[in-house]
């Protein structure tokens, strides 16, 4: 890249025009791993997610469409997303102010030196590297066209110098993830990336677009930015991306480091306190770390005792452990954006001498009545009672309730309510380590039904949960995320197994089964349609109102509280081996023989639901989208309006351990009869 035409093009975006402050834009992002967000251990997302929070404060009302594909080149994102940018960009409400983001060609390159060039040209790089920049040259053609005439304002990057990532400089990255580039390939990349630069920056002046540079940017160079791929960035490194974005779309200078205040030390026992902070700023760009850290000299540091308690601005609660009693103590919040550290005052408070003894905690429920009661503890003058809903959603879900010097309380709850409580005693200098953790669910109606088939069904409490898996899963995919929180506000009965053999032949007269024989054994060779059949029948019986589960249900009822990718654990074989976790509570391709097996024979999850993974795919009620996620209601969501197939969920005997995790999620026509699907039922609660 020439260093004029650089110094040129900054001059350029000095001039043109930036959005109006409180005008709100529509913001659609297209480009490869990049722009996805791939090694991105922050916040997630990326650099749009980090530049729409960045937005808000100025743009209020901001929304972000980010298309961006891993693995996309320029022919894939003309295929795959430039429609959808058209279509977003086309139907943004009036008055917004349309924006494009582009960031492409890093994987024309890669792809260019790692296979193309070997075996399209025979090596002639001459003639491989000038057909291919043709194409690329007329792909972004292609691009800027198209938004250009949807009245956006359009930014498209300048491509960093791939050849000095990591992963190409390292040997041993480098045969990883490239293993057909050489370092001939390696310099002839670094020539190129400046003749794909130069031809971005000829088109985009052309389509009155704006260039973005990120080849004068370091990022994909320090490891400070990097992920452990050597190259892709992590959450510093999108934050600092994000940045330049943002910079390049208001024409702001450079964001300044957050502005925090420190709360004043509460809860102070012999060993521990409660401090934290408000950020009221985060000066421009987002607040990756927060905290307190503290010392027994004044003015304390990161570099000193420290905890980290999450990412973002507003007000924050730290609990600090490990002091001394009887400790003069200093205490200050902290706030870390890509501008660097800022601190609150300096607070200090001294740690108790003599210790309180945390109380003891008793639960008992009957109905819809709660009743708490805990021993008195010596030398208190008060309790506080602290609650989190169940299963737990995260520290911001607890609160509390002083209950001064009493020592027990009833309270009547709605059906379905499920709490965690603990309690703490304090004195006037000080507070009590916490009771015993216990939880309870106020179940109005039976914790469990069995009806005349012998089918027993467990009631589950309505909750909150943590719906997909995380990227770094093994086995996840872009239908599992983003993992995003889903409520279900009724309680609702799961059936404890899969339907069997025999009491599906008991409702419809004949077995359908490809391993019959095995009365037991879970019903297989049942379409969707069939299980509908099925239900129509079990609705006649007059025994309450079945159904399949909803795609939600099913998962949460899997999950049973847990975060894992099986509900005893996380996933430790990728393949179709040995995976301890699985093999306790599931039948799966190691240890099935291929075939079905007995239900309720494996270790049930915390629920008491058996073969939740394996033995045999489960039909759920839902249509299947692939990109359900990125736009699912977060309370009660019951899937696609329609579609052309159906989810099946939990994996089965014939599948590895990927197939059998709580978040995969796979599709089969309604009408499809597979030996290795079958299901199980819900049913509601006071209809049985």
């Known amino acids: 890249m020439k260093i004029g035409k650089i110094i040129l093009l900054s001059l350029l975006l000095l001039l043109i025009g930036h959005p109006a402050f ?35 404060a100025p743009y209020p009302g901001s929304t972000l ?9 320029s022919d894939a994102l003309i295929n795959k997303q430039l429609e959808p940018a058209v279509n977003l960009l086309n139907a943004a409400p009036a008055g917004n102010l349309k924006i494009a983001l582009i960031w492409i060609g890093s994987n024309d390159l890669f792809g260019l030196y790692n296979y193309v060039c070997d075996e399209y040209y025979g090596n002639n790089y001459s003639a491989c590297e000038g057909a291919t920049f043709g194409y690329y040259s007329d792909n972004i053609t292609t691009i800027l066209t198209s938004l250009k005439a949807t009245g956006s304002q359009i930014y498209i990057a300048l491509l960093d110098d791939q050849s000095r990532r990591p992963v190409m400089t390292d040997p041993v990255l480098r045969v990883e993830s490239f293993p057909l580039i050489t370092d001939v390939d390696v310099s002839r990349m670094s020539t190129q990336v400046s003749t794909y630069n130069d031809e ?6 052309t389509k009155d677009a704006t260039t973005v540079d990120f080849f004068s940017t370091t990022i994909f160079e320090n490891w400070a ?3 452990g791929d050597g190259n892709h960035p992590n959450g510093v490194g999108y934050d600092a991306i994000a940045t330049i974005w943002y910079q390049a779309i208001t024409g702001s200078s450079t964001p300044t480091i957050p502005t925090v205040t420190t709360t004043a030390a509460s809860s102070v026992t012999t060993t521990s306190a409660s401090s934290g902070g408000n950020i009221t700023s985060d000066g421009g760009a987002s607040v990756t770390a927060r905290g307190v850290c503290w010392s027994t000299s004044a003015n304390p540091t990161t570099a000193n005792s420290k905890t980290t308690d999450g990412t973002g601005t507003d007000s924050f609660t730290s609990l600090i452990t490990g002091l001394s009693s009887g400790t003069p103590y200093h205490v200050r919040a902290y706030a870390t954006n890509s501008q660097g550290t800022s601190y609150g005052s300096d607070v200090t408070f001294t740690t108790s001498t003599i210790a309180l003894s945390a109380p003891t905690l008793t639960v008992t429920t009957s109905g819809t009545t709660v009743s708490l009661s805990w021993t008195s503890v010596a030398g208190a003058t008060g309790y506080t009672l602290y609650y989190a809903p169940f299963p737990y959603t995260g520290p911001e879900s607890i609160k509390n309730i002083p209950m001064g010097d009493k020592t027990s309380i009833s309270a009547s709850l709605p059906d379905g309510s499920a709490f965690y409580v603990a309690l703490q005693a304090y004195d006037g200098v000080g507070s009590s380590g916490y009771s015993n953790i216990e939880h309870f669910i106020i179940i109005d109606t039976p914790a469990t039904y069995t009806n005349s088939l012998g089918q027993t069904f467990i009631l589950l409490p309505a909750g909150t949960f943590t719906m997909g898996s995380p990227p770094s899963e093994p086995g996840s995919d872009d239908g599992e995320r983003p993992q995003h929180q889903v409520t ?25 089964s490809g391993f019959s024989g095995c009365a037991t054994c879970p019903v297989e060779q049942v379409s969707w349609d069939d299980a509908q059949d099925y239900i129509v029948q079990m609705n006649l019986r007059g025994e309450g109102t079945y159904d399949l589960p909803t795609e939600a249900q099913w998962e949460y009822a899997y999950r049973a509280g847990s975060t894992t990718a099986f509900y005893n654990g996380a996933i430790t074989e990728t393949g179709s081996g040995y995976d301890p976790n699985l093999d306790a509570i599931g039948w799966y391709t190691y240890n099935s023989d291929s075939e079905t097996h007995p239900v309720a024979q494996k270790t049930p999850n915390a629920w008491g639901l058996y073969d939740m993974s394996g033995n045999v795919w489960e039909w759920c009620q839902d249509w299947f989208s692939e990109s359900y996620y990125d736009s699912s209601p977060p309370t009660d969501p019951a899937g696609p309006s329609s579609g052309s197939y159906r989810v099946i969920r939990g994996g089965s005997w014939y599948f590895g351990s990927q197939g059998c995790r709580a978040a995969n999620r796979d599709a089969v026509s309604p009408g499809n009869r597979v030996n290795d699907i079958g299901f199980r039922l819900v049913l509601s609660p006071g209809q049985q």
């Open 22 to 56: 409180g005008q709100s834009i529509t913001l659609v992002t297209l480009g490869d791993s990049l722009t996805e967000g791939d090694g991105d251990d922050g916040i997630g997302g990326g650099y749009p997610a980090r530049l729409l929070s960045m937005l808000q």
């Open 65 to 73: 469409n980010n298309l961006g594909i891993s693995g996309d080149i």
């Open 200 to 205: 971005i920056a000829r088109l985009a002046s």
């Open 225 to 227: 930015t990097l992920s």
């Open 488 to 512: 279900l506000t009724q309680s609702f009965y799961m059936q404890q197994t899969e339907i069997t053999q025999a009491q599906w032949e008991a409702v419809m007269g004949s077995n359908p």
